[in-house]
């Protein structure tokens, strides 16, 4: 077989994703907060980017608005002649210091601080900051050194050490102390207990009958429930410390798995009370708390921004917006760029980065810019959809897909579905995640339009809390009531649609209606 060299020239056709295009669909997943973080990464490593409050108005003649609300800035770093007299003053002041340094400046003004304030002049003492001092853009600002303000925020307290505060008049034992630390140790969030008694005992030496009795006298500690082992425990401690365990409670704290499915008429022969006396003791369990450990956990209540705000306009329609707040305002400094490759050769390793900054920077205003005006298309097609739930409600809300949304925008069905990942929409019927206004396609049973998955399970919700005592509606009778409605739908859908909702059954349903209205009188 004969070798021969050739030349051949052959075409194909193949997709590269470049590093900065999968940065760009990737900004269209991120939420406000990530965004943020994203571009302050970005303006920390790029010196040609800056950030600026929409309320800065003082740049509004060095910088210029594109059609994309971003922007980019030729600033003028001349300084400012104010003229006159004034002018020239600060101009010898400026002269005078650097002839002569800051001790001429304070000769020539006697500005010090025993002249200009008396009574402040010497150390102020360590009590608290004063805004004053600490606002440095302030008249008669200090630079707020010798203070710290983390010296002066409250702590908050936790469970270890609200625990350990009580421990010193519960244990007078050296030794009994160290073993209750050492269970302290061993508490979830919540304030169970989360170790082996016998481990423990092993691990510190001791014999099993002295760590139990240390355990007993902790669970007497407040909060009550704490060093629980199970829910039963926890509910047993806080009732023992109420005086409200008897043998009838007991029996009721140990078959908690009866009360979760609502078998009351179990209950009442395992207690041996009749059902008025088993609703009292309902409503004790009620009052208890689950996990007496998380009032230490406070959580973080994170308040969510909205991405679109949706207004009803004057003339029937609706006026669609971005968020101005969750718009990033960035710059890009041409200015500082010209003038730093003005001092560089044109083939040195500094112009090359330069470049590269520059190419950078301009590619993360329009990424933003492509990134907003891909919402604002969106949540646009979105609305235009879904018009009638904003005028009547979830009862009229549209079944919808991302399909019907991306051929009507002309974009690809992943990108809808990066948009509407995390994004929100504050409507006059409230704030909603994108995500919301996509639900499938329940048939009709009259032929006419079909219905969304979110408006029946709101109809099958609201059928359930109108319920009657006398009156509760199975699986079948609400299947039977949406169809009369024009809904067509099987009884195994209303199930797992009750059971997504944590409805209970009918059968649940009766017994605790019934017990509810025996309670209240009825």
């Known amino acids: ?90 101009s010898d002041l400026y002269e005078t210091a650097t002839a002569g340094g800051a001790e001429a400046i304070s000769d020539t003004l006697d500005a010090s601080l025993d002249n200009v304030f008396p009574d402040d002049a010497g150390p102020r003492a360590a009590d608290a900051p004063e805004l004053l001092g600490q606002w440095k853009s302030m008249p008669g600002a200090t630079d707020g050194e010798g203070y ?29 102390r160290i073993i209750a630390s050492h269970l302290i140790d061993q508490l979830d969030e919540a304030g169970y207990l989360t170790a082996n008694i016998a481990e423990t005992a092993l691990k510190l030496g001791k014999p099993l009958t002295e760590v139990e009795r240390v355990l007993d006298t902790l669970q007497q500690l407040d909060p009550p429930g704490v060093f629980a082992r199970s829910l039963a425990e926890c509910l047993a401690i806080q009732l023992r410390a109420r005086d409200r365990f008897d043998p009838a409670m007991a029996a009721l704290v140990g078959n908690l ?20 006396d088993l609703i009292d003791m309902l409503a004790e369990i009620r009052k208890l708390d689950p996990k007496p450990g998380t009032r230490f956990q406070p959580g973080v209540s994170e308040s ?17 917006e971005l968020n101005q707040e969750t718009l990033p305002r960035v710059l890009v400094n041409n200015e500082y760029y010209t003038s730093v490759s003005r001092r560089t050769e044109r083939a040195s390793d500094d112009q090359a980065f330069l470049n590269e900054c520059l190419q950078n920077a301009n590619w993360l205003t329009r990424s933003l810019d492509q990134r907003a005006k891909t919402i ?22 549209r079944p919808l897909n991302l399909k019907t949304v991306a051929d009507a925008i002309k974009m690809h069905e992943s990108t809808v ?43 099958i919700r609201t059928m359930i809390a109108q319920e009657a005592p006398d009156g509760v509606l199975s699986d079948d009778d609400i299947v039977d009531i949406l169809k009369k409605g024009g809904v067509d739908i099987a009884r195994r859908t209303v199930a797992k649609y009750r059971e997504a909702m944590n409805i209970p059954s009918s059968v649940q349903r009766r017994r605790e209606k019934r017990a509810l209205a025996k309670a209240s009188g009825f």
């Open 257 to 276: 798995e009866l009360l979760a499915r609502r078998d009351f008429a179990t209950l009442k022969r395992l207690c041996g009370v009749d059902e008025e």
């Open 417 to 459: 579905s990066r948009v509407t990942s995390n994004k929100y929409m504050l409507t006059p019927r409230g704030l909603f995640e994108l995500k919301y206004f996509f639900t499938v396609s329940i048939g009709s049973s009259g032929g006419g339009e079909s219905h969304s998955a979110e408006s029946v399970r709101h109809r």
């Open 376 to 397: 604002m298309k969106v949540a646009t097609e979105i609305v235009r959809q879904q018009d009638a739930f904003l005028m009547h409600g979830v009862d009229h809300l």
């Open 304 to 320: 969510v921004v909205p991405d679109i705000i949706v207004r009803a306009a004057p003339d029937g329609s609706w006026h669609i």
């Open 1 to 90: 077989m004969a070798l021969a060299a050739s030349l051949l020239l052959r075409q194909s056709q193949s997709l590269v994703m470049t590093p900065q295009l999968m940065q760009s669909i990737q900004l269209l997943q991120m939420t406000h907060l990530e965004l943020t973080q994203f571009i302050e990464n970005e303006v920390e490593r790029n010196p040609l980017l800056e950030l600026t409050s929409r309320d800065d108005g003082a740049r509004g003649d060095e910088a210029f608005a594109s059609e994309n609300d971003y922007y980019s800035v030729n600033e003028e770093r001349s300084g400012h002649d104010d003229g006159g007299v004034e002018g020239a003053y600060a």
């Open 148 to 176: 710290d303000l983390d010296d002066f925020v409250a702590g908050q307290t936790t469970l270890r050490d609200y625990l350990g505060e009580q421990v010193p008049f519960a244990l007078a034992s050296p030794v009994d």
